[in-house]
Nanobody
Framework: QVQLVESGGGLVQPGGSLRLSCVAS????????MGWYRHTPGKQQRDLVA????????NYADSVKGRFTISRDNAKNTVYLQMVNLEPDDTAVYYC?????????WGQGTQVTVSS
């Protein structure tokens, strides 16, 4: 059974930091590209935040470049999203995604709220 379990969300003030974690089980983790997406109320789809490939290449949404860093630890089947200098517009539910060939899995999401 495939499971992606996110953690690390919460309430933070503007300018603050959070680190999200996603632990995967039931998949060959090192094969998968791992991504973080977010969903804001009122939007129909989840937006890509950052992705890291199986080889370690990374890509970021323009809105988070220079503030967010994605990384992975294959020994722990875990992907991280370090977020600094958070802004109110970063408020969303953040989802972890694992993608390989035709297989794609999602976590249940973790809420991040940036507010004073």
């Amino acid at each position: 059974q495939v499971q992606l379990v996110e953690s690390g969300g919460g309430l933070v003030q503007p300018g603050g930091s959070l680190r999200l974690s996603c632990v995967a089980s039931g998949i060959g983790f090192r094969l998968y590209a791992m991504g973080w997406y977010r969903h804001t109320p009122g939007k129909q789809q989840r937006d890509l935040v950052a992705v890291i490939t199986s080889s370690g290449s990374t890509n970021y949404a323009d809105s988070v470049k220079g503030r967010f860093t994605i990384s992975r630890d294959n020994a722990k089947n875990t992907v991280y999203l370090q977020m600094v200098n958070l802004e109110p517009d970063d408020t969303a539910v953040y989802y972890c995604n694992a993608d390989w060939l035709s297989r794609s899995y999602w976590g249940q999401g973790t809420q991040v709220t940036v507010s004073s």
